[in-house]
């Protein structure tokens, strides 16, 4: 029997940049994904409404 490998990429346990999530995390929100997401739950919305301008990353 042979085993072949799923993914033959090799994983990087590197963090990219704060600048890419940033980018990534302002992308995301804009993403319909996303606006469907907060539609179905309006107390996410209130909580998140809520956090805005909290500095949650040090």
């Given at each position: 029997?042979?085993?072949?490998?799923?993914?033959?990429?090799?994983?990087?346990?590197?963090?990219?940049?704060?600048g890419?999530?940033?980018?990534?995390?302002?992308?995301?929100r804009?993403?319909?994904?996303?606006?469907?997401?907060?539609n179905?739950?309006?107390?996410?919305?209130?909580?998140?409404?809520?956090?805005?301008?909290?500095?949650?990353?040090?």
């Amino acid at each position: 029997m042979t085993i072949s490998p799923r993914n033959s990429r090799k994983i990087s346990l590197e963090m990219k940049s704060q600048g890419h999530y940033k980018k990534a995390a302002k992308s995301y929100r804009k993403s319909v994904q996303y606006i469907n997401m907060i539609n179905l739950y309006p107390i996410l919305q209130s909580t998140l409404t809520d956090c805005k301008y909290e500095n949650l990353v040090k």
